[in-house]
């Protein structure tokens, strides 16, 4: 089957288009023959060889799919440990779910990654609930806009925060109540002028150092941290004394090496309550752009350039 390959760990220079042995199926498996996939960060980090599969699953980039099932035709899409940037890729039965039919194939590819990790971390891990403050980094990540739209959706109020100010419209638009150029000002300033200090309930941070300082100081008693990422360094000072007196819960996060009955739970949990969502046109997941297969490594340099708003998807033809 023809697959994206990585010869030798590097950026976008690094994909090639080869061929790969097909998926041997494991008990509880089955065959789904791939129409899209979808870019991560993870996938860049992959190819420069920072992030290596869990033990035992593929080699080959691709952590969401959409397509179809051998054998029965079902449309599905679905979270994966890796695998799909591939014509075919073998899936636990119990991690798929099925594309609504308003959904095309390239927007059911754009969901699994970015809104599994939204929905875990902003109510499994940080328990969101409504009329809380919620400040989200990154904001026009893949990521970013699903959580907007799950924590709007939960009647929270939403600050975005982004590092360019053609992208704060599009985050207008999916119903953030502040979005923040960090470029141009500070997000705890802009976040005390409207919120006021110490007022924001949860914090959902892909970018780490830079930012934890911040993100402490604006947190209410009682408040929530969840760091899914350390897009802005790995280190930070923390000031214990914040942590006691507010009663702060920091939780680290996250998704691809958990384990498959964590996984399919989630994917239950997703099911019940999201899937409705974008079965009724509630949800609409946000497609930056779409590549072809053959071209991912276009589509890893638009990610690497930080220009997307929403996700990146690759379509396979077969």
Excluded at 94 to 115: H, K, T, Y
Aim: charged share 25%; net charge neutral.
């Amino acid at each position: 089957m023809k697959a994206i390959l990585v010869p030798s760990p590097g950026g976008p220079e690094a994909l090639a288009l080869g061929e790969a042995p097909e998926p041997v199926l494991r008990e509880g498996e089955v065959l789904v023959r791939v129409r899209a996939t979808a870019v991560n960060r993870a996938d860049l980090l992959q190819a420069a060889g920072k992030y290596p599969p869990p033990p035992g699953e593929s080699e080959i980039l691709g952590l969401e799919a959409a397509g179809v099932v051998e054998g029965t035709g079902e449309r599905v899409f679905c979270l994966l440990p890796g695998g799909g940037y591939a014509e075919k890729v073998a899936v636990p039965r119990s991690m798929l779910m099925p594309i609504p039919d308003r959904l095309s194939f390239e927007e059911a590819a754009a969901v699994p990654e970015a809104w599994f990790t939204a929905y875990l971390n902003l109510f499994r891990e940080g328990a969101l609930a409504a009329g809380e403050v919620v400040v989200l980094h990154a904001a026009a990540s893949g990521v970013g806009t699903a959580a907007i739209l799950l924590a709007k959706d939960a009647r929270a109020r939403v600050v975005a925060t982004v590092r360019s100010a053609a992208k704060a419209g599009a985050l207008e638009a999916l119903g953030a109540d502040l979005v923040v150029d960090t470029t141009t000002r500070d997000f705890v300033e802009a976040v005390e002028e409207r919120f006021g200090k110490a007022a924001v309930d949860l914090v959902l941070d892909p970018v780490g150092g830079s930012a934890f300082a911040g993100n402490v100081r604006l947190l209410a008693r009682g408040g929530r941290l969840v760091l899914i990422a350390t897009m802005g360094g790995g280190a930070a000072e923390l000031d214990l004394r914040a942590v006691l007196t507010k009663r702060l819960r920091i939780v680290g996060s996250t998704l691809r090496a958990r384990p498959l009955a964590e996984k399919a739970d989630l994917t239950a949990a997703f099911v019940r309550d999201v899937l409705p969502g974008l079965a009724d046109g509630r949800f609409r997941p946000l497609v930056d752009s779409v590549f072809p297969l053959e071209r991912a490594a276009d589509a890893h340099r638009r990610m690497a350039s930080n220009a997307n708003v929403g996700k990146i998807v690759l379509t396979v033809v077969s």
